[in-house]
């Protein structure tokens, strides 16, 4: 195959790049980030009262891009990115509509290229608009999805974020239905860059004919019958930042101009965006992916160490975020082409685990013409599709110190999800506590990949599980509600060292935290009282901007060192269990930061008994 170089690749193969300048210039947080606050969303806090019509729940479907950028074998015979034609497109709609329709997969969408021939030359029409080219698609765009709903399907397509630079035409190119808009109008003066790649000029849209260019792009999905758009390149995020890239504006643009159709288009922006602007994406979209791609660029579809591990530790934060009308979008699903994905039996199931518990929307990259049946049955599995529908919230982790952690979410019904997941390289055995869901005692276990009820557990249910493996659990309590004491980091009998200082915290249970835990930092809780010596799931309520950790012990016994996820920002508090050996009657436990960073410490809450090992 060929290497086409920097200024032929598609704007997504770029991102591996990106993401390795993003590494190279990252600088250790300062202990003044603790200063900065930002405001965030509840899932409730939408700003409709009412269920909203698109995005209910996640959606489900298939997408191009990940048989686009493989470099399998047979996937793309005729050069790079050469898969996205009209033929194979209308191919997986069948194969989606015989295979997973059932299951409710009901969108085929196109992703990029569908504009561009084989050497990635783009077309557009007389109004600046993109337009199919003619060997990809000879019928063009409408064609494709009158098949799609032919099929009782819904069809996708794609653009990147801005005007693109072959589309400006020397500033000459009028706007459809805009009488004396020209391109010129709708940009820059000076022509500045935007989106994750620098593809395209930067709208300025203080200027109505830019409004005009977006509508009538609108205007044409609309018209060829499309219900699914997504936005590419999407800034803050897409591993750019600053004005330039700062693409709040397009999405705005992009509702209000989908709003006027009067066709109903779920609007997707992508890719690996600022959780800073949780709050605008879910205002103007129905979803917004929150990492890097999950392809691979490599010999098969995806890869686990590629970035499907990474999503264990990037999801945590985005959360609280995800609801109707708005979900956290973690890429495509590729778990049903055996080899071709490239990845265990093991490995696929809990990629599927973790996209289900996540509520994240279900669409797999795969061949869906050669699905093998280990694939097939992950894809359809309705206990599993039932977790990522339901009225539940997103499942959160409950530990995260290691690579044995545990995800869960409360159901509505007083039921828990529970999810096991191994990250290590080697078999290894995973405990869910029951103390961490919030209740002692018994509980009934049902295993939801296999369908199986399991019986019933005391305190708690233990796993052996492969490397990379996982299992998921329905779990009903059938004991009674835990009792837990709270410590508040802030009492004034708690000490503290090194540069630890207590300060105002209006997220905080007691309105305030001890920050300031860097270089050698401590904060020592006094007077923590249990009734039986035993280790205890410590509730750990805490705020951190990014991941940190922190050395913890009891007594001025031996630490361990415990990861806390990033909680998005500075103002949000976030909770995580971590195991602590306790003597009967009055302990410490101490909270060093060590060498590092930690995280800023809310309270602990300690149960009040330690449960029989």
Known sequence: MRSPSLSVLPPRALRALAVGVLAAGTSTLTPAAHAGSTATVTSAARAESVV???????????????????????????????????????????????????????????????????????????????????????????????????????????????????????????????????????????????????????????????????????????????????????????????????????????????????????????????????????????????????????????SWENSVDDRFDDTPAWTRHAGPGGWNDLDSLDVGNGGMDGLTKAERQTYATLWAIAKSPLYTGDDLTRLDSYGLSLLTN???????????????????????????????????????????????????????????????????????????????????????????????????ALERTGYEAEAPANTLAGNASVTDCPSCSGARKVGDLYLGGKLTFTGVVVDKPGTYQIKVAYISGDSRAADISANGGGATRHVFPATGDWGTVDSVHVPVTLKAGANTITFDSGSGYAPDIDRIDVPKSSAAN
């Not at 019509?53 to 470099?71: E, F, H, I, R, V």
């Not at 003066?189 to 935007?194: F, G, K, Q, V």
């Not at 529908?389 to 409360?410: C, I, K, N």
């Not at 276990?445 to 490397?467: F, K, S």
Request: with cysteine; net charge negative.
């Open 52 to 302: 909203p019509a698109l995005a209910a729940k996640p959606y489900m479907g298939w997408s191009s891009w990940s048989m686009q950028s493989s470099k399998y074998p047979g996937l793309n015979p005729d050069g790079d990115y050469s898969y996205l034609t009209e033929a194979n497109v209308l191919k997986q709609a069948d194969a989606l509509a015989a295979k997973l329709k059932k299951s409710g997969y009901e969108y085929v969408n196109i992703d990029a290229g569908w504009w561009r021939d084989k050497t990635w030359k783009p077309g557009f029409d007389e109004y600046a608009r993109q337009k199919a080219d003619p060997q990809r698609f000879p019928r063009g765009m409408k064609p494709v999805a009158d098949h799609v709903h032919a099929k009782g399907l819904k069809a996708g397509i794609y653009l990147p974020a801005g005007l693109e630079k072959e589309a400006y035409a020397d500033g000459k190119a009028p706007i459809w239905n805009a009488e004396g808009c020209t391109t010129a109008d709708i940009v820059y003066a000076d022509l500045r860059t935007t989106n994750g790649w620098d593809s395209a000029y930067k709208i300025d849209f203080s200027d109505p004919c830019a409004q005009k260019y977006i509508d009538s792009q609108a205007r044409l999905f609309a018209d060829w019958g499309y219900d699914f758009l997504k936005l590419d390149g999407v800034g803050p995020g897409s591993f750019k930042s600053g004005d330039n890239y700062d693409n709040i504006a397009d999405v705005a643009a992009w509702q209000k101009a989908i709003a006027a159709t009067g066709r109903p288009i779920h609007l997707e922006v992508s890719w690996s965006l600022d959780i800073g602007h949780a709050a605008d994406w879910r205002r103007y979209s129905d979803g917004w992916r929150i990492d890097t791609d999950v392809e691979c660029y490599c010999n098969t579809l995806v």
């Open 382 to 480: 309705r206990e599993v599709i039932a977790v990522d529908q339901s009225d539940a919230p997103p499942a959160h982790p409950l530990t995260t110190s290691g690579p044995q952690r545990v995800w869960a979410a409360e159901n509505p019904d007083g039921t828990h999800t529970v999810a096991l997941f191994n990250l290590s390289d080697a078999p290894a055995s995973v405990s869910a506590d029951w103390s961490m869901l919030g209740f002692t005692g018994k509980a009934s276990v049902r295993d939801l990949w296999n369908h199986e009820n399991l019986g019933t557990y005391q305190n708690r249910i233990t796993q052996a599980l492969p490397a990379h493996g996982s299992r998921l659990f329905a779990v009903t309590p059938r004991g009674s």
